[in-house]
């Protein structure tokens, strides 16, 4: 980034009036802006010849100052000052807490991690900030033919509907904007979600924590909670054989189950749960659709530039996107509903192969294809889908 508006203007092109400095102010202005920003976490990099200021925003790391290496010693001094660590310890990672003062607005706690490096100590400030409510499901991004069903399968009282993508791909916002679709659409369902940990509390939803370690197990809790007759479950996540089936079974006997697992595409989450041993038959009864999500980043309104040739929009970088070009994330998904064709293909055993050749072979929409929609909308970028779908 050129420029450096937190310098001041003058500071002497070897750094050599900073011990007048004000670190304080620095520091407090580097944190307010970060959490203008709502980046989610500060880093501060020591390197051979300067510490470098980086803000994670929209879960992708930005330089956003290159400070001059004098002043190392006194920001993570001020840190630790801040962060109540042993400030003459500087051969030992320490981890404290931060406590802004004055108009921080929706954040509510602030941790500090200090680590030594060869180029000295590296510091990272992570931002946590208060929980907005659940998400409209219809201003997530979804495409309005994966919103629509969607919202078919949750106003249903039977089916499982299974999110699968990495960590960090909005699958537990997308499960929340579901159940409050829900909730607004059939206010008096009666609703528990089994959460490992609980992410936010929920008006009007029966939330259990989940201890993987302890006595409460996914399973343990699944089953006895089906003794409660509840009609819509959210599970966290579904990690083990003996919660895949209970789960199965669940969507069977008159529950709507929603839940996410660790899987690539729609075809390699329904071969993940044959081969978790969930029999063919339950598969093909009780799944109703798999969604595959991932996050991409939203090109910044104030400063995008549109290409007239390919008729798109390109980054370009403002002070309100600190040079990224990009500004929040939007959802892009692909979906496969259970129908006759697939429910025939996973009786007879078929493949992950079988399986994609099946849906390439009826216009099986993709998730770079739902992407490129967004693209055309001038939402984001073709090299942002590159980046987040491996191949665009
Ligand atoms: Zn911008």
Known sequence: MSGSPLLP?????????????????????????????????VHFEPTS????????????????????????????????????LLTY???????????????HGDVIDQRLAVFPTIHGQRAVVR???????????????????????LKQIAQKNQGVLLLTGPAGSGKSTTLGALLGYIMRKFPGKSIVTLEDPVERHIDGVTQVQI????????????????????????????????????????????????????SGTPAAALIRLLEMGIEPYQLTSSVSAVVNQRLARKLCPQCKKKDTEADTYEPSGCEDCFQTGYKGRVLMAEMV????????????????????????????????????????????????????????
Request: overall charge negative; glycine content about 10%; aromatic content about 2%.
């Open 337 to 392: 509903q259970l129908d006759g064709e697939l429910r025939q293909a996973l009786l007879a055993k078929a493949d992950l192969d079988q399986l994609e050749d099946i849906l390439r072979s009826r216009g099986h929409m993709t998730m770079v294809q739902d992407g490129m929609r967004l693209v055309g909308q001038g939402v984001t970028t073709r090299s942002e889908i590159k980046t987040v779908c491996g191949n665009a």
């Open 89 to 103: 310890r500087n051969d030992i990672p320490q981890e404290g807490r931060i406590e802004l003062t004055g108009d």
């Open 211 to 262: 201890t993987p370690h302890g006595e409460m197990t996914f399973p343990t809790a699944l089953r006895s909670l089906l003794r409660q007759d509840p009609q819509v479950l959210m599970i966290g996540e579904i990690r083990d054989a003996e919660t895949a089936r209970i789960a199965c079974e669940a969507g069977l006997t008159g529950h709507l189950l929603m839940s996410t697992l660790h």
């Open 127 to 149: 931002l946590f900030y208060e929980e907005a409510g659940l998400s409209d499901l219809e201003a997530l991004g979804f495409s309005e033919g994966i919103c629509s069903v």
């Open 49 to 84: 010849s300067a510490q470098v200021v980086k803000f994670r925003l929209d879960g992708v790391l930005n330089v956003v100052e290159k400070l001059p290496k004098s002043l190392s010693d006194n920001i993570i001094a001020r840190l630790k000052v801040m962060g109540d």
């Open 9 to 41: 203007s003058n500071p002497g092109a070897d750094g050599s009036k900073t011990e007048a400095f004000d670190v304080v102010s620095l520091i407090d202005d580097l944190l307010r802006k970060a959490i203008h920003a709502g980046a989610s976490d």
